[in-house]
């Protein structure tokens, strides 16, 4: 992205030429009249986002042509600005190149690192003074963007932690606590199994005392143990949506809007289940014929969509500005995009999803909370809802990996983390219908590894109906391939394989 060079100048302003206009990585100044007093707060928008190139010496209007600058000014107040007006002072890279025979100035601003954001322009102070960079301008930063830097910085967010006003030790669903409880105490060293029940929550921010002394959920403790958050927080929940077309607000071929949609609400144990219960419904499962007759690809894996959802609940933002914003899981026909307010946290970048010892917890106490959480999964495995030893994404590469997808594309900023997961591609064996030859072959496969097996169990595992599966039974009973067990006519009756045939 930085340009280093004359070539990479000319390309870079070629790019500009077939856009338009700016792109979001360079800002174009003229400065034929002087030091552009807008220089540094381009410089704080780009310090504060991904970096960027402002070129001086570029005339917009007319299609961009050099025009003529004051070289030894424009590098002076380039330095100062750099050095002297944005705080915390920027190590810019300052050169001078040339473009159509003319002296041009360029100034590469790195990505500020997480201690350093926000970068603000010291005359108006961090609140009116920081900038960011969206689309081809620099604009102010709002509040909620602030806040979510300084907590990146100095990671001391603990909005998991506010006390629920209102709400009391009522609100837990007591079969979740007590199970909680239990588990706490069976798995934890030290003093924890002396503590009462109060001394407990109270302890591992469950609930907290309010001003008047009285013991109150926390956010964390509602969420993770409660019998309906969202008495309290309406949208601290997940709307799931699957739409007709590859397009948000495209209208499907009947009209429709919407495929299905759908508010998940409940503590995060049930919102996990339902959420993976959705997406199920509303994606394809393929049926391959093989070796036990019926091998289940749905388009996605259940397991990494059920990882997915339970980190977005898990590590979202609960500032108050956030409240208002679901997590959202989107189902188009070519994807899947599970979303939630907030970005990657601390020093967690997107290259470093995955690997070992790459993990930052924006709430702590909830992720250490839903550890002990007793759930049982959509497919009914009795477990915990999260491991929080960084095994999240690991889990949702492996599935993927097992499946034969890509690895998942994730996108950060400060106020969104989004993954998206890209349709399973067909095997060769899908889309074939039954054939007799290959359903009687996948009967005897089924039969061949068991010692017997009803209609209906055959029936589950092939996906065809009962009725179906019995008539292939019949010709298989005929030919003397198998062997029924029980009355023509019994719900009970079995089949078995012919061992005996000569």
């Not at 921010?205 to 002394?213: E, F, M, P």
């Not at 049982?376 to 495995?381: A, K, L, Q, R, S």
Request: proline share 5%; aromatic share 6%; hydrophobic share 40%.
């Amino acid at each position: 992205m930085f340009i280093t060079n004359d070539e990479e100048l000319s390309i870079a302003i070629e790019r500009m030429r077939m856009a338009g206009t700016d792109l979001s990585e360079f800002e174009l100044k003229s400065a034929a009249d002087g030091f552009p007093k807008s220089t540094v707060e381009s410089i704080s928008a780009f310090a504060n986002t991904l970096g960027g190139v402002i070129i001086f010496g570029i005339q917009e209007k007319g299609g961009l042509h050099a025009t003529d600058i004051d070289v030894r000014r424009i590098q002076a107040s380039c330095a100062q600005a750099a050095r002297d007006l944005v705080y915390p002072p920027q190590a810019v890279n300052i050169l001078a190149l040339q473009f159509e025979s003319k002296p041009v100035i360029v100034v590469n601003v790195p990505e500020a690192s997480i201690k350093e954001k926000p970068c603000y322009v010291k005359k108006l102070g961090q609140l009116q003074g920081s900038y960011i960079r969206t689309g081809d301008g620099d604009h102010k930063m709002s509040m909620y963007e602030i806040d979510r830097f300084i907590e990146n910085q100095y990671r001391t967010a603990r909005n998991d932690i506010a006390i629920v006003q209102g709400a009391s030790l009522s609100d837990l669903d007591p079969d979740l606590l007590s199970g909680w409880l239990s588990r706490v105490r069976a798995t934890t060293l030290g003093r924890a199994s002396a503590m009462t029940d109060e001394e407990l929550m109270a302890n591992r921010r469950v609930a907290s005392l309010d001003g008047d002394g009285v013991l109150r959920p926390t956010i964390a403790g509602l969420l993770s143990l409660g019998s309906y958050p969202q008495a309290f927080f309406p949208r601290l929940n997940v709307i799931f949506t699957a739409y007709p077309t590859s397009q948000k607000g495209e209208l499907g071929a009947r009209g429709e809007r919407f495929a299905d949609s759908s508010n998940i609400d409940g503590p995060i144990p049930a919102m996990v289940v339902e959420s993976v219960r959705a997406a199920s419904r509303n994606m394809k499962h393929g049926a391959i014929v093989k070796g036990g007759l019926r091998e289940n690809m749905p388009d996605y894996p259940l397991a990494a969509i059920r990882e997915a959802v339970a980190n977005a609940l898990m590590h979202r933002d609960y500032s108050v500005d956030a409240q208002g914003t679901p997590v959202s899981i989107d189902l188009y026909p070519d994807r899947l995009e599970i979303s939630n307010p907030g970005g990657l946290f601390g020093l967690l970048t997107i290259d470093k999803l995955g690997e070992k010892g790459a993990t930052a917890s924006r709430n702590q106490f909830l992720a250490r909370i839903l550890e002990d959480v007793p759930y049982t999964d959509y497919n009914g495995t009795v477990g915990r809802v999260v491991e929080n030893r960084g095994s999240g994404y690991p889990t949702i590469n492996r599935e993927l990996e097992k499946a034969l997808m890509p690895q998942p594309i994730a996108h950060s900023d400060l106020d969104e983390f989004i993954l998206m997961f890209r349709h399973r591609k067909m095997t060769s064996h899908e889309g074939r219908n039954y054939s007799r030859s290959n359903v009687e072959e996948a009967i005897l496969a089924y039969l061949s590894e068991r010692e017997s097996a009803s209609s209906s169990d055959l029936a589950l595992a092939s996906g065809l109906s009962v009725k179906t599966i019995r008539r292939y039974l019949s010709k298989l009973l005929d030919e003397g391939s198998i062997d029924a067990i029980g009355a023509m006519n019994s719900p009970n009756r079995r089949y078995r394989i012919n061992r005996y045939i000569p």
